[in-house]
């Protein structure tokens, strides 16, 4: 089986995520307590595929040449699944709470290759 990354991506300033903030507070509590159920249930349903549960992402430093610098990206949170192909492991996502439920607005998803010239 092969290692896949995959990565929900999703920012407080996108469409969705505006969205979901001009929600009634009751509503988002409706939604936030409806996604969290439907998100443990796709983790139940893909535990034989689930590498590594992952988690949700903080803050980013990037660092270069110049040094450490705070930066703002779209990734969120993570989880790696195992699965025979990319297009299976894509699948496995398809309608996923992230942005079925959640504010998300997708996920992406990369092959995780072995390292040249390990013996992996």
């Known amino acids: 089986m092969k290692k896949f990354l995959a990565i929900y991506k999703g920012h ?21 307590q409806q996604g969290m159920a439907s998100w443990g249930k796709w983790m139940q349903d893909h535990n034989s595929k689930i590498d590594y549960a992952g988690g949700p992402l903080g803050k980013t430093l990037i660092v270069n040449k110049d040094g450490v610098a705070q930066v703002k990206n779209k990734d969120c949170g993570y989880v790696i699944v195992e699965a025979e192909s990319h297009e299976e492991a894509a699948k496995m996502f398809l309608n996923h709470p992230h942005f079925s439920i959640f504010p998300g607005e997708n996920i992406e998803i990369m092959e995780c290759l072995p390292t040249p010239g390990s013996k992996n």
């Open 12 to 32: 407080p300033e996108s469409d969705p995520h505006i969205e979901w903030n001009k929600l009634p507070p009751e509503e988002q509590q409706k939604r936030m």
